[in-house]
């Protein structure tokens, strides 16, 4: 093959594979969508059906909890049927979901709608980015899966433009809800066209299937070597009998306690107290209207995208090390000057009003290269293929409880303690996980799946692959 023919075979390989993560990652847009939509939604709801505020708190959450159940079904269900036609039964689902609770005649109706787009979101957030990871090529895996954190942020982006269009109609949160349909519908018709990963088909033992798919991925009939590798790490993996409850073996102690790290500082650091709660957030500082306070909002969402998509051209670069590190300072800094500039909230100066507007900004856009993405990205990368989707599932239900945590109880916290002593304590739970990753987080850029399983099954006398031990540089 001539050079030049070969670099046309590379493109068309990455062009493929883009459409295959893109499209995939649109159900990264409707969990953005669903989660997001509510918040404008919820102010037409509450007065067509005279909500009490008990009822407002279940259409709210009754998508997180959806989620959590979500998300503990979902591993199971990966490993039986497969990660395409799970993505396409939750696509299913979130037409469904979107359709019922959009005709919802009453409170209840609309609860059960939204809990099942929430059992839709949470099977979503664990099988897209590890069907993504699996279907990646090595040099370009990072910024694939971050697509899926990306189509999250432009999904609440879209969520608070329709509501912001739709605020004055009447019956317009059926609008805001009812929309969502279209991306569902696209997904699920999409998915069909698209390849099972072929790692699963691995596991499946289909071969010829998972070689075909290869090739149609790489653009080349040159996939023997990745397939064998792919097959020889499951083969050894079946050998040493790896089951679920190895998770919380020795051997597998290091990507466990990274998991649950990763779930837990996802969502303790804060991001959704400011997802969900900006304008009540800006209000509380003094923002008296109403306008000013929604359109910041939007601001802070459009920066999440923005900032989203430099971390998608940079992690495949960088490394996930460095990105993590940085925007963990970045979030500790900005949670930090929000407590200082909180101190004064109700008789903020026009410069700290842009301050605190400047910090929640500097805040979202730290999450948005870090800690946002990289947990979907790395617990799809760090666990065995035998068990991979269902760890994937766990580390999920860790990081989905603690999204129904922290938005629980924020707006108890900051009343008790103050919005101040909030954040503060928000900045000192990132300078944690700044301390927790720099000693805990290997860097697996550019590695394949398997170097990554096989640096922690193998023993040390059985010519592993380099450990993948942490050290403060870049691995
Ligand atoms: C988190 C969500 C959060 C979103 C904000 C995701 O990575 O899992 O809880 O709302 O990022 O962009």
Request: with cysteine; aromatic share 10%.
């Amino acid at each position: 093959m001539s050079f030049a023919s070969q670099k046309s075979g590379s493109k068309a390989s990455m062009g493929y594979m883009i459409m295959v993560a893109a499209l995939a990652a649109l159900s990264g847009l409707l969990f953005g969508y669903d989660t997001g939509v509510i918040s404008g939604a919820l102010l037409l709801i509450k007065k067509q059906f005279a909500l009490s505020a008990k009822a407002q708190e279940y259409i709210v959450t009754s998508v997180l909890f959806g989620a959590v159940f979500g998300t503990a079904i979902s591993g199971w269900l990966g490993e039986k049927f497969g990660r395409k036609n799970i993505i396409i039964a939750a696509a299913f689902i979130f037409a469904i979901g979107g359709l019922f609770s959009a005709f919802s005649p009453d409170a209840n109706s609309l609860i059960i709608g939204r809990i099942f787009l929430g059992i839709a979101v949470g099977v979503a957030a664990c099988i897209a980015p590890l069907y993504i990871s699996e279907a990646s090529p090595d040099k370009m895996r990072g910024s694939m899966v971050f697509l899926f954190q990306l189509a999250i942020t432009i999904g609440i982006l879209a969520a608070n433009l329709v509501d912001l269009t739709f605020v004055n109609v009447t019956e317009g949160w059926r609008w805001m809800i009812g929309l969502s349909v279209v991306p569902a519908l696209i997904l699920w018709l999409g998915m069909i066209g698209m390849p099972e990963s072929p790692r699963w088909l691995v596991s499946k033992n289909r071969l010829d299937e998972a070689k075909a798919i290869l090739v149609r991925l790489r653009n080349t009939a040159e996939v023997q070597q990745e397939l064998s590798e792919i097959q020889a790490s499951f083969q050894e993996q079946q050998n040493q009998k790896i089951s679920w409850l190895e998770l919380f073996a020795p051997r597998l102690r290091m990507p466990l306690i990274l998991g649950l790290g990763l779930g837990v500082f996802q969502q303790f650091t804060g991001i959704n107290t400011v997802i969900y709660y900006a304008p009540t957030i800006l209000q509380s500082a003094g923002f008296n209207s109403d306008s000013w306070s929604i359109l910041s909002s939007v601001g802070v969402t459009l920066v999440n995208v923005l900032a989203t998509v430099v971390s998608v051209l940079l992690v495949d670069r960088c490394g996930r090390r460095p990105l993590l590190l940085v925007g963990l300072v970045g979030m500790t800094v900005s949670m930090g000057l929000m407590g200082f500039v909180f101190q004064s909230a109700g008789h903020l100066t026009e410069i700290m009003k842009i301050a605190a507007v400047g910090s929640l900004m500097l805040y979202v856009a730290s999450f948005a290269i870090s800690l946002g993405p990289l947990f979907y990205l790395i617990v799809s990368e760090i666990y065995p293929l035998s068990i991979r989707a269902k760890a994937v599932s766990a580390m999920n239900v860790v990081q989905w409880s603690g999204n129904v945590i922290v938005s629980f109880t924020f707006l108890s916290l900051a009343q008790s303690i103050g919005f101040s002593a909030s954040f503060w304590l928000f900045g000192l739970v990132s300078a944690v996980a700044w301390l927790f990753f720099f000693w805990q987080l290997p860097e697996t850029k550019g590695r394949s799946l398997e170097e990554i399983e096989s640096s922690w099954l193998k023993k040390p006398n059985q010519g592993a692959e380099q450990p993948l031990a942490v050290t403060a540089g870049v691995r």
